[in-house]
């Protein structure tokens, strides 16, 4: 299964942001999620589980603000980001874990090669 995000660039304050996440091939079987990373610091925001559809474990500086979806249709996984402040800029990451949901962010098996977001105006 290979993963390749997309929708990444440059937004305004309190502007809202989709990030897609395109697989391979299905990724119903399989717990996928979204981290982001600044620097070596890595931060969990969403984690689906295997055979559902919405986000189900949402770390902290996600609730509210973030949804996280699948497509199966499509193979992809939606990351809608709102109410971004700069804290939010960062690189955002799609990933899959085999048997948790959500993993530590460390921890996930594999991940998509990133996609860099940045809040500024």
């Known amino acids: 299964l290979q993963l390749v995000e997309s929708g990444g660039g440059l937004v305004q304050p309190g502007g809202s942001l989709r990030l897609s996440c395109a697989a391979s091939?299905?990724?119903?079987?399989?717990?996928i999620g979204w981290f982001r990373q600044v620097g070596k610091e890595r931060e969990g925001l969403a984690c689906i589980s295997k055979k559902t559809i919405g986000s189900t474990e949402d770390g902290d500086s996600a609730k509210g603000r973030f949804l996280a979806f699948r497509d199966n249709s499509k193979n992809t996984v939606i990351l809608q980001m709102n109410r971004l402040p700069h804290d939010d800029t960062a690189t955002y990451y799609c990933a899959v874990d085999k048997k948790r949901c959500p993993p530590a962010p460390d921890e996930y098996d594999y991940w998509g090669q990133g996609i860099q977001v940045t809040v500024s105006s």
């Open positions: 091939e299905s990724v119903d079987p399989v717990n």
